[in-house]
T-cell receptor, first 112, second 113 residues
Framework: EADIYQTPRYLVIGTGKKITLECSQT?????MYWYQQDPGMELHLIHY???????EKGDLSSESTVSRIRTEHFPLTLESARPSHTSQYLC???????????FGSGTRLTVV | GQQLNQSPQSMFIQEGEDVSMNCTSS?????WLWYKQDPGEGPVLLIA?????ELTSNGRLTAQFGITRKDSFLNISASIPSDVGIYFC?????????????FGKGTKLSVKP
């Protein structure tokens, strides 16, 4: 049973729209992450957070932004969606002292 | 930065065959993890390895943490159709990458019934 939830699962949206992808976890994990995954399979880290009010950019440059106002919530926002943003976005979390990440089911974003 | 080389990139096998995939790195890792991603879902942790030389099994899956701490392999015995998916290795170095996992590029497994 999933303890990390992403909504929506699928989203088709027009170019120029502002969108927010939601990610919430009920495990009390300090660390949270956003990955972008294209059909080529590779996972690209775009944002991460080590706790409330902490956000960092990942290895892959992204036009998206994130916020961490509450421990359980780590939303990702695109101010103006473009077709190049079409991808799968995966959220994950981990405990400060634990190993391994728990992933959400992902949001499949299509920008037309 | 640290990188993991995962191979093979993809595999087509007959049901019932054994499968082997591996990850190598030029860097030392303190922890190796193996994940499976089913189509349309997020990756799920299969096996975690914490000591060099460690061999761990989870049902038909067996994984080993290489002695040099620079590699790991995953074996699947007697593959079945539900083994289809993408398998990722991941490494953790406490002192590097800010404590974040480093992921391999994945091995896509397809099984012929």
């Amino acid at each position: 049973e999933a303890d990390i939830y992403q909504t929506p699962r699928y989203l088709v949206i027009g170019t120029g729209k502002k969108i927010t992808l939601e990610c919430s976890q009920t495990m009390g994990h300090d660390k949270m992450y956003w990955y972008q995954q294209d059909p080529g399979m590779e996972l690209h880290l775009i944002h991460y957070s080590y706790g409330v009010n902490s956000t960092e950019k990942g290895d892959l440059s992204s036009e998206s932004t994130v916020s961490r106002i509450r421990t359980e919530h780590f939303p990702l926002t695109l101010e103006s969606a473009r077709p190049s943003h079409t991808s799968q976005y995966l959220c994950a979390s981990s405990d400060r002292g634990a190993f391994g990440y728990t992933f959400g089911s992902g949001t499949r974003l299509t920008v037309v | 930065g640290q990188q993991l080389n995962q191979s093979p990139q993809s595999m087509f096998i007959q049901e019932g065959e054994d499968v082997s995939m591996n990850c190598t790195s030029s860097s030392i890792f303190n922890t190796w993890l193996w994940y499976k991603q089913d189509p349309g879902e997020g990756p799920v942790l299969l096996i975690a390895l914490y000591k060099a030389g460690e061999l761990t099994s989870n049902g038909r899956l067996t994984a080993q943490f290489g002695i040099t701490r620079k590699d790991s392999f995953l074996n699947i015995s007697a593959s079945i159709p539900s083994d289809v998916g993408i398998y990722f290795c991941a490494g953790l170095n406490y002192g590097g990458s800010q404590g974040n996992l480093i992921f391999g590029k994945g091995t896509k497994l397809s099984v012929k019934p």
